[in-house]
Nanobody
Framework: QLQLVESGGGLVQSGGSLRLSCAAS????????VAWFRQAPGKEREGVSC????????RYADSVKGRFTISRDNTKNTVYLQMNSLKPEDTAVYYC??????????????????WGQGTQVTVSS
């Protein structure tokens, strides 16, 4: 059974940067498509970015394009989300997720069924 644990969240000023990490255990992460979601106060959970299991494709929500970068290190069995130029509207709980069924098309958010516990990101004005 795949387990995911996020870390790296915190409080940062507008314009700052954070790098989130998602450590996987119980299974090899290279068998999964991976994604980052977030849920802001009073809003629905939304997909932020994903990385396909095969094909090397990435996708980003329009709101974070050019600012966030998703990557994985299969040697460390870890997924990362580098977040630059942070804005107050980026404030949310961020979750990593994984799907064994997605291959090249990773932006099918409903297919993600393994989740971490979330890490809080707060961006102040």
């Amino acid at each position: 059974q795949l387990q995911l644990v996020e870390s790296g969240g915190g409080l940062v000023q507008s314009g700052g940067s954070l790098r989130l990490s998602c450590a996987a255990s119980g299974s090899s992460l290279d068998r999964y498509a991976v994604a980052w979601f977030r849920q802001a106060p009073g809003k629905e959970r939304e997909g932020v970015s994903c990385l396909s299991r095969n094909g090397g494709s990435t996708r980003y929500a329009d709101s974070v394009k050019g600012r966030f970068t998703i990557s994985r290190d299969n040697t460390k069995n870890t997924v990362y989300l580098q977040m630059n130029s942070l804005k107050p509207e980026d404030t949310a709980v961020y979750y990593c997720a994984a799907s064994p069924s997605l291959s090249r098309l990773c932006r099918i958010w409903q297919e993600y069924d393994s989740w971490g516990q979330g890490t809080q990101v707060t961006v102040s004005s």
